[in-house]
């Protein structure tokens, strides 16, 4: 409990995330066992073009990041948000890394949605899940390497493999939205890259874009 206890004064705003995640999910077991199909995900907030569009139900832009359809998908992601979810919150400091996560979560539902009010892209589908929002922390990752390539860059090269095969998969798997992982590493990246590229009042530190 102790060792918790540090983990979440240490990076409270991911474990907090974490913590809703498992929430939801133990909710969506509740109701409907270990797996959900895609009609009770919509039931849990699931992200569906048609469902926004046409009930304006755009909450789903955002709750449908935090739901996930199977035992595996949430251990799989949270593991995955565990891992680069604290480097990044440390990195950043939980103001703006509270702000790279909204806007990774946000857009990767939103983006999508807008390619569906233009050409109705994935009318037909319903996805969940914060695997979006992971992307935008590596997207984040990428955008610290730019700004400070002698602190962040060695770490997003060791990274990329990783993230290209990630891709790759999201590309092969039917059941993975490519476009929710793309949006959401996209999202990452801008939110962070512009960030950091904001005037600072304080000029004395270097890396003061970091800390504030």
Excluded: W
Excluded at 6 to 29: D, E, H, R
Excluded at 64 to 90: D, P, Q, R, T, W
């Amino acid at each position: 409990m102790n060792e918790l206890i540090k983990k979440y004064k240490k990076a409270p705003v991911t474990m907090g995330l974490i913590t809703v995640c498992i929430i939801v999910y133990l909710i969506s077991f509740v109701l409907y066992g270990e797996e959900m199909n895609v009609y009770e995900g919509i039931t849990m907030g699931g992200y569906n073009p048609i469902y926004v569009y046409l009930d304006n139900q755009y909450y789903r832009l955002l709750t449908a990041n935090f739901i996930h359809f199977g035992l595996l998908h949430i251990a799989v992601n949270c593991y995955s948000l565990y891992g680069i979810g604290m480097f990044i919150e440390a990195s950043l400091k939980p103001r703006k890394y509270a702000i790279v996560l909204l806007v990774s979560a946000l857009a990767t539902t939103g983006l999508p949605y807008l390619l569906f009010l233009i050409n109705g892209f994935e009318a037909n589908t319903v996805s969940g899940g914060i695997s979006g929002v992971i992307f935008g922390l590596i997207g984040a990752l990428g955008a610290l390497a730019i700004k400070y390539k002698n602190i962040f860059m060695d770490i997003f090269k060791q990274l990329a493999p990783n993230v290209i095969l990630m891709l790759v998969i999201s590309f092969i798997v039917p059941t993975i939205s490519m476009s929710g992982h793309v949006s959401g590493l996209i999202g990452g990246f801008v939110a962070t890259y512009v960030m950091l590229n904001m005037k600072s009042k304080q000029k004395k530190n270097p890396y003061s874009d970091l800390i504030n």
